[in-house]
C-alpha cells in the first residue's frame, strides 16, 4: 500500500466486503422502490408501521449498527474487556497515532452520513411523515464518533465500557426523541450536535494513544489488596460440602453481574419510555 489512508480503507473493505455488499443491496432496494414509484405512478404508500418497519427502518436499522460495530472494531475483540478494542495489529504499523484514529473516525463517518443521505432522498418515507432533513444523520453521526472513542478507551474494571457508553449514548438518544416530541429546529439540534464532534475525535485520539503505549489502569488490584487486607483478621470459616464451596466460587465469579447490568440498563430504558 503506497499510503495509511489505502492500507486502512483496504482492510475494512476486505475484511467486512459481505456487509458493506449487503448495505450497498439494502440502499439499491431503496432506490428501485422509488424510482418504479416516479417512474409508473405507483400509489406506493408507507403510512402502516409495519410496512414502513419492513422497507426503510428495520434495514436500515440493521446497517447503522453494522457500521458501529465495523468502524469501532466491536467484532475483533471483547467488548467488556479492561483494554482498547483498537487491534493491536494496526497499532505497530509506522504512521501516526492521528492517523490511526482519523482514518477510522473519517470512514465511518463518510458510510454513516451516505446511509442517511440515500434513505433520506430516496426512501420510501410516508407522505404523513415529516422528517427533519440534516440533524438525523448528524446525530448518526455523532453517536459513532462517542462510540468509537468509548470503545477504544482502556479501562480499568472489567465491563465499564459498556456502561459508560451505555449512559452517554442514552443520554444523546434521550436528548433527540425530545427534539422529536417538541419537534426541535434544524440549527438548534445542529447546535447541539456539531461541537460534539471535536471532543469525541480528540478523545479517540487520545484512547488510541494510550493504546499504544500499552496503558491499562488498574484498580481493582489496590482494591482487591486493601480489601484482604481489612479481612485478613477474620478467617473464613470451612464450607459445609463441596455443593456449597462450587456455589460460592460460581457467586463470586459472576453472580453480581446480572443485577448489576439490570441496575444499569433499567433506569435508561424506564427513562426513554418517560421521554416517548
Not at 479492561?82 to 465511518?108: C, D, F, I, K, N
Not at 489488596?225 to 464451596?245: E, G, I, V, Y
Request: aromatic fraction near 12%; charge should be positive; charged fraction near 10%.
Amino acid at each position: 500500500m503506497r499510503s495509511p489512508a489505502a492500507a486502512i480503507v483496504w482492510s475494512f473493505g476486505r475484511r467486512h466486503r459481505v456487509g458493506f455488499a449487503a448495505i450497498g443491496l439494502a440502499l439499491l432496494w431503496q432506490v428501485v422502490i422509488k424510482l418504479a414509484t416516479i417512474a409508473r405512478g405507483f400509489p406506493f404508500s408507507l403510512d402502516a408501521p409495519e410496512s414502513f418497519a419492513l422497507v426503510v427502518s428495520v434495514p436500515m436499522s440493521f446497517a447503522f449498527f453494522y457500521l458501529v460495530a465495523v468502524f469501532t472494531f466491536g467484532l475483533d475483540g471483547d467488548l467488556a474487556a479492561r483494554e482498547s478494542l483498537y487491534p493491536a495489529r494496526m497499532l505497530t504499523r509506522p504512521v501516526s497515532t492521528t492517523a490511526l484514529a482519523w482514518w477510522p473516525m473519517g470512514l465511518g463517518t463518510a458510510c454513516v452520513a451516505t446511509l442517511w443521505t440515500v434513505t433520506r432522498v430516496l426512501g420510501a418515507w410516508p407522505p404523513s411523515l415529516e422528517v427533519p432533513v440534516l440533524w438525523p444523520g448528524l446525530l448518526a453521526v455523532v453517536q459513532l464518533a462517542w462510540a468509537q472513542a468509548f470503545m477504544w478507551m482502556p479501562y480499568s474494571v472489567r465491563g465499564m465500557r459498556v456502561a459508560v457508553a451505555a449512559l452517554w449514548l442514552a443520554a444523546i438518544d434521550t436528548v433527540a426523541l425530545l427534539a422529536v416530541y417538541v419537534t426541535a429546529s434544524e440549527p438548534v439540534m445542529a447546535a447541539f450536535l456539531v461541537p460534539q464532534l471535536p471532543l469525541a475525535y480528540f478523545l479517540a485520539r487520545h484512547a488510541v494513544a494510550r493504546a499504544r503505549r500499552g496503558d491499562v489502569p488498574e484498580w481493582r488490584g489496590a482494591l482487591v489488596r486493601a480489601f484482604r487486607t481489612a479481612n485478613a483478621a477474620a478467617p473464613a470459616p470451612p464450607f459445609a460440602s463441596a455443593a456449597a464451596a462450587q456455589a460460592w466460587f460460581e457467586r463470586r465469579r459472576g453472580g453480581v453481574s446480572l443485577p448489576a447490568w439490570v441496575a444499569i440498563l433499567l433506569p435508561l430504558e424506564l427513562a426513554l419510555l418517560w421521554a416517548v
